[in-house]
């Protein structure tokens, strides 16, 4: 892939630009037999430069690579899925992709936690229980639980049901009735008792304490506003 500066000088933010040119790329690829390339419809609402340099960073640090069909393959990391892809069809009768709009802010996580806050990409697991992320510590004990979202107000949305559920009592039940994206992240908390949970959108991220009562027969977890998430310490 090339490095961003071998772009043209133009009105385009290189990384968008760069994801435009991924994107026409991958299309060939992802052609089904006996059919044209599909479309690419793009999202009502462009991506963001800050969106496409959070996926790139990702990339350009070797936590991932891209095949040639914009999957998106984890080297090195504790675990996941085989691939990400970055474009999927909603709808297998249309021949048409569409990007996976949250995914990008799931890889620039990732590559957060690894660049910044310095944890080794081993201690990172991708979709663990209900989360894109979970960091482990040195103790191999789950440390730091992470969700990315597309949007502010999908965050908004789902912090403010996690404040209405560590309200009220909560019984972890394998078998518990449908449950909804955000209850499906406490319940999480409560089954794997992070000590830090961190909730990011494009341009947003809100760190938390997690507190539990010390019996644990007490199913509750309380979320605790915090400054920041705290780097990577030495066993």
């Known amino acids: 892939?090339?490095?961003?500066?071998?772009?043209?000088?133009?009105?385009?933010?290189?990384?968008?630009?760069?994801?435009?040119?991924?994107?026409?790329?991958?299309?060939?690829?992802?052609?089904?037999?006996?059919?044209?390339?599909?479309?690419?419809?793009?999202?009502?609402?462009?991506?963001?430069?800050?969106?496409?340099?959070?996926?790139?960073?990702?990339?350009?640090?070797?936590?991932f690579v891209l095949e040639r069909d914009a999957q998106c393959r984890p080297i090195g990391l504790r675990a996941g899925y085989y691939c990400y892809p970055l474009l999927y069809r909603p709808l297998n009768a249309v021949n048409e992709v569409i990007l996976w709009r949250e995914w990008l802010t799931h890889a620039a996580a990732v590559a957060s936690l690894h660049g910044d806050f310095h944890y080794p990409r081993y201690d990172i697991a991708l979709d663990v229980d209900a989360f894109d992320v979970l960091v482990y510590s040195p103790l191999n004990q789950p440390l730091l639980a992470v969700e990315a979202k597309k949007t502010s107000k999908e965050l908004d949305r789902m912090?403010?049901?996690?404040?209405?559920?560590?309200?009220?009592?909560?019984?972890?039940?394998c078998n518990a009735p449908r449950l909804s994206n955000a209850a499906k992240k406490y319940r999480g908390l409560l089954a794997l008792r992070p000590e830090f949970f961190l909730a990011v959108a494009p341009g947003i991220s809100r760190a938390y304490a997690v507190h539990y009562p010390d019996d644990r027969a007490v199913q509750r977890a309380e979320l605790m506003p915090i400054e920041g998430i705290a780097a990577a310490t030495d066993p």
């Open 159 to 173: 912090l403010a049901e996690i404040n209405t559920l560590q309200r009220q009592a909560w019984e972890l039940k």
């Open 1 to 63: 892939m090339p490095d961003e500066d071998t772009y043209p000088a133009s009105s385009t933010d290189p990384a968008i630009q760069r994801l435009e040119d991924l994107i026409q790329r991958s299309l060939p690829a992802l052609a089904r037999p006996g059919e044209d390339p599909p479309e690419y419809a793009r999202s009502a609402v462009e991506v963001t430069p800050g969106e496409a340099q959070g996926f790139f960073r990702a990339i350009d640090a070797g936590l």
